[in-house]
């Protein structure tokens, strides 16, 4: 079993609890002109406050007209919060940022409720971005990976086990892959299975008087769902799947993974019956 490729790009996250973070980007320039940028994040409770500043060549904090886009997603690239807005230069107000002294910055609030849950980095973070467009001149972005995110829920497949049922169940030999496999709720899963039909008996007799088998696949373990089976040599999405008598097929099981948390082995069953 293997968890269906997903496009891993970090872009954007803040889920930091009790905590005050400062960044800064600079792309170098003239003074009086935005050319850095700087993002402070600050938790108080359930409430996040975002303070970005915009600074000259000289280090000044300055206001300017422009697009603010804020976002926050998961190591897969996933967005879990977004947040855009036109500023003018009256946006940007006075605020005491290190207890004694003040600087000059937009600020908004959101809190933890807009947040989703997500697939963290390795150390638990995501990664949030900012990006400032000028009317005129370069954006401005600023990214960190430096925040903890919310978790969905661990999927952990221990083993995968698929049984046979059916009034010609004995006839098909079943083979598929029994990895171990870690993944979250909402991924899909891709389950490779092989199917092959023996129906030769003595002297070449067939055993059943039938041109095939209809197999029909379902999951038995709880909150996982089979919303595809492909067929990889046609890409056709068939169910039940058709069996000729004395032939092997290869498929692949598309299954979606539950809401909660899970660990333990996945297991399917596949019912078997001459086709009509």
């Given at each position: 079993?293997?968890?269906?490729?997903?496009?891993?790009?970090?872009?954007?996250?803040?889920?930091?609890?009790?905590?005050?973070?400062?960044?800064?980007?600079?792309?170098?320039?003239?003074?009086?002109?935005?050319?850095?940028?700087?993002?402070?994040?600050?938790?108080?409770?359930?409430?996040?406050?975002?303070?970005?500043?915009?600074?000259?060549?000289?280090?000044?904090?300055?206001?300017?007209?422009g697009n603010l886009n804020?976002?926050?997603?998961?190591?897969?690239?996933?967005?879990?919060?977004?947040?855009?807005?036109?500023?003018?230069?009256?946006?940007?107000?006075?605020?005491?940022?290190?207890?004694s002294s003040t600087s000059?910055?937009?600020?908004?609030?959101?809190?933890?409720?807009?947040?989703?849950?997500?697939?963290?980095?390795?150390?638990?973070?995501?990664?949030?971005?900012?990006?400032?467009?000028?009317?005129?001149?370069?954006?401005?972005?600023?990214?960190?990976?430096?925040?903890?995110?919310?978790?969905?829920?661990?999927?952990?497949?221990?083993?995968?086990?698929?049984?046979?049922?059916?009034?010609?169940?004995?006839?098909?030999?079943?083979?598929?892959?029994?990895?171990?496999?870690?993944?979250?709720?909402?991924?899909?899963?891709?389950?490779?299975?092989?199917?092959?039909?023996?129906?030769?008996?003595?002297?070449?007799?067939?055993?059943?008087?039938?041109?095939?088998?209809?197999?029909?696949?379902?999951?038995?373990?709880?909150?996982?769902?089979?919303?595809?089976?492909?067929?990889?040599?046609?890409?056709?999405?068939?169910?039940?799947?058709?069996?000729?008598?004395?032939?092997?097929?290869?498929?692949?099981?598309?299954?979606?993974?539950?809401?909660?948390?899970?660990?333990?082995?996945?297991?399917?069953?596949?019912?078997?019956?001459?086709?009509?």
């Amino acid at each position: 079993m293997k968890l269906i490729p997903v496009i891993f790009v970090a872009l954007l996250i803040v889920a930091a609890i009790a905590a005050t973070y400062l960044f800064y980007s600079s792309n170098g320039g003239n003074a009086g002109t935005p050319e850095g940028i700087s993002v402070l994040i600050r938790t108080t409770g359930s409430n996040y406050s975002v303070y970005v500043g915009l600074k000259d060549s000289a280090g000044n904090f300055v206001s300017s007209a422009g697009n603010l886009n804020f976002a926050v997603a998961d190591s897969r690239g996933q967005r879990l919060f977004s947040y855009a807005r036109h500023l003018i230069g009256a946006d940007f107000k006075q605020y005491r940022i290190d207890g004694s002294s003040t600087s000059l910055r937009y600020s908004f609030n959101f809190s933890e409720a807009e947040l989703k849950p997500g697939v963290p980095l390795q150390n638990g973070s995501g990664v949030a971005q900012v990006i400032f467009t000028p009317p005129h001149g370069s954006a401005l972005r600023l990214s960190t990976a430096s925040l903890t995110i919310k978790a969905l829920p661990k999927i952990s497949i221990e083993s995968v086990n698929i049984s046979k049922v059916g009034s010609v169940g004995a006839y098909v030999t079943i083979a598929w892959s029994r990895f171990t496999l870690t993944a979250y709720s909402g991924d899909l899963l891709a389950e490779n299975v092989s199917l092959f039909f023996f129906n030769v008996g003595d002297e070449g007799m067939p055993l059943l008087n039938v041109l095939g088998i209809d197999c029909l696949f379902s999951v038995n373990t709880t909150g996982f769902q089979l919303v595809a089976v492909f067929h990889p040599d046609t890409k056709l999405n068939a169910s039940p799947v058709f069996l000729v008598s004395n032939a092997r097929i290869a498929i692949t099981l598309i299954l979606k993974t539950p809401s909660h948390g899970y660990s333990g082995p996945l297991i399917m069953q596949v019912s078997m019956e001459p086709a009509s």
